[in-house]
Structures are given as C-alpha cells and as structure tokens.
C-alpha cells in the first residue's frame, strides 16, 4: 500500500460518526460510551502507521495490495474510559467524485457521511487505532462480492 494521501481521509463529527457503528457486512467498536474528536497530529500519525499495519495483517493485507489509494474515514470513539480512533476505509473510486477522474456514481459527500457498504469483498474495512500506544487492533474486512 503506498503512503496515504491526507485529502482521501476526513474526521467525521461526534453524531455523525455514530453511523459507522453500524455495519452490515463486518463488526465494529461495541461498548462505545461517547465521542471524542481526534485532532490532526493524531491523524497523521495514524496514517504513518496504517499502511505497514494492514501489510502484517493476516488475514486480508496481502489481498489489498492491487488496491493503490483508500479513502478514509475517522471517528473518535470512547470504550470505557479508553479513546480509540476507528478507521472507516474503502477504494477511493467509492463515495464521490475522483480526484483523477469523472463522478462516480454517487453524490453523497464522503466526508461528512459514513459510508457503509455490505459485502464489497475485503477493500473495505475497519480498524481500531488507539492513540496513546500508536497500536492497531481489531482489523475488521467485508465479506465477499
């Protein structure tokens, strides 16, 4: 996976982020208590660790390598008295017009929406970052098309 690109990540508000717990196709953070908003420094070291960590992950990273750029969504989520950043992420063809390209099909702005996608195969996924460690756990991927 090639070093991610700051514009294909955006920080989702604390309601609006509430709609990322619900996925159809995988499992998501349980138990959360709240919202938090991550801040920017938080992001990029985020996004400095993310590419390596979902190389080691077993059981989808290898499959993801034909994928070049993944658009991000984050939400800063409480579990208990612990804050994690959970990472919504998908190709960057989904949700909106292409930086390189014509609109994709759907209009809705990915930015500010979650996007939820059942199936889609392992592109899509989601992953608990916890800052304080700079640690990701949890890796969750789609199911198949």
Same mark, same amino acid.
């Given at each position: 996976?090639?070093?991610?690109?700051?514009?294909?990540?955006?920080?989702?508000?604390?309601?609006? !982020? @509430?709609?990322?717990?619900?996925?159809? !196709?995988?499992?998501?953070?349980?138990?959360? &208590?709240? &919202?938090?908003?991550?801040?920017?420094?938080?992001?990029?070291?985020?996004? =400095?660790?993310?590419?390596?960590?979902?190389?080691?992950?077993?059981?989808?990273?290898?499959?993801?390598? !034909?994928? =070049?750029? *993944?658009?991000?969504?984050?939400?800063?989520?409480?579990?208990?008295?612990?804050?994690?950043?959970?990472?919504?992420?998908?190709?960057?063809?989904?949700?909106? +017009?292409? @930086?390189?390209?014509? +609109?994709?099909?759907? &209009?809705?702005?990915?930015?500010?929406?979650?996007?939820?996608?059942?199936?889609?195969?392992?592109?899509? *996924?989601?992953?608990?970052?916890?800052?304080?460690? =700079?640690?990701?756990?949890?890796?969750?991927?789609?199911?198949?098309?």
């Amino acid at each position: 996976m090639a070093p991610l690109d700051p514009r294909d990540g955006a920080i989702l508000s604390g309601e609006v !982020s @509430k709609g990322l717990l619900h996925q159809c !196709s995988r499992g998501a953070p349980t138990n959360v &208590t709240g &919202t938090w908003t991550p801040d920017r420094q938080q992001i990029v070291e985020l996004e =400095k660790g993310l590419p390596a960590a979902l190389a080691a992950e077993p059981s989808h990273g290898r499959e993801l390598g !034909s994928i =070049k750029t *993944f658009r991000r969504q984050y939400a800063g989520f409480m579990l208990g008295s612990r804050r994690i950043i959970y990472v919504n992420a998908f190709p960057s063809e989904i949700g909106g +017009p292409n @930086k390189d390209g014509p +609109p994709a099909a759907r &209009t809705f702005d990915w930015r500010k929406q979650p996007e939820i996608v059942c199936d889609g195969g392992p592109a899509f *996924f989601g992953v608990e970052y916890d800052p304080a460690p =700079k640690a990701f756990q949890h890796f969750e991927f789609n199911g198949l098309l």
